[in-house]
């Protein structure tokens, strides 16, 4: 089925370690995103990117960084995990296509829960 | 980000009752969405709202963008209990779409 995949869905890592979350759609969506959700807080922004080669910060970019090689990947990485990373990650993308105004309808991956101990 | 005040926080019903939440904010968006999120999933898109005072329908699911461009509602009407969920509003501004804390929804039969 089309639509944005995310691994891994299960994640626990020590204090100070790094990694990578993976994101890919299928859909040839200009727009991609990286999501939060921690008890409480909804969903909070992170990282965005509008196209290959461009990205962009969120409101909450500190200890995360990203890259756009290519239209269909949006990888998230955690160069030094900290606990106050521990969280649900959401990649979400949309097309910009016929968009009255930025990138509105979403769709999400299944999110992968991340455990920094 | 800008903010975003959902409420009520969450709601626990009988099935076939209303439910109506709302969500506002200080800023203007461009656009108004409305989101469900189910255990283990991430948020699915309900309804899109995108010209002050439009008013839209899917379903038994009603949302309205409010005149001022500062606020929308979303109704359920008959709830059932597969509308047990997270409901989040999303307001648009440029690239960013902020989300509002949710509202957690239980329906009993």
């Known amino acids: ?117 | 980000g800008q903010q975003l005040n959902q409420s009520p926080q969450s709601m626990f019903i009988q099935e076939g009752e209303d439910v109506s939440m709302n969500c506002t904010s200080s800023s203007i968006f461009n656009t108004w969405l409305w989101y469900k999120q189910e255990p283990g999933e991430g948020p699915v898109l309900l309804i899109a709202l995108y010209k002050a005072g439009e008013l839209t329908s899917n379903g038994r699911l009603t949302a309205q963008f409010g005149i001022t461009r500062k606020d929308s509602f979303l109704n359920i009407s008959a709830s059932i209990p597969s509308d047990v969920g997270i409901y989040f509003c999303a307001g648009n501004s440029g690239y960013a779409l902020n989300f509002g804390k949710g509202t957690s929804l239980l329906v009993t039969p």
């Open chain 1, 1 to 117: 089925n089309a639509g944005v995949t995310q691994t891994p869905k299960f994640q626990v890592l020590k204090t100070g370690q790094s990694m990578t979350l993976q994101c890919a759609q299928d859909m040839n969506h200009e727009y991609m995103s990286w999501y939060r959700q921690d008890p409480g807080m909804g969903l909070r922004l992170i990282h965005y990117s509008v196209g290959a080669g461009i990205t962009d910060q969120g409101e909450v970019p500190n200890g995360y960084n990203v890259s756009r090689s290519t239209t269909e990947d949006f990888p998230l990485r955690l160069l030094s995990a900290a606990p106050s990373q521990t969280s649900v990650y959401f990649c979400a993308s949309s097309s910009l296509s016929g968009q009255p105004s930025g990138a509105n309808v979403l769709t999400f991956g299944a999110g992968s829960r991340l455990t920094v101990l």
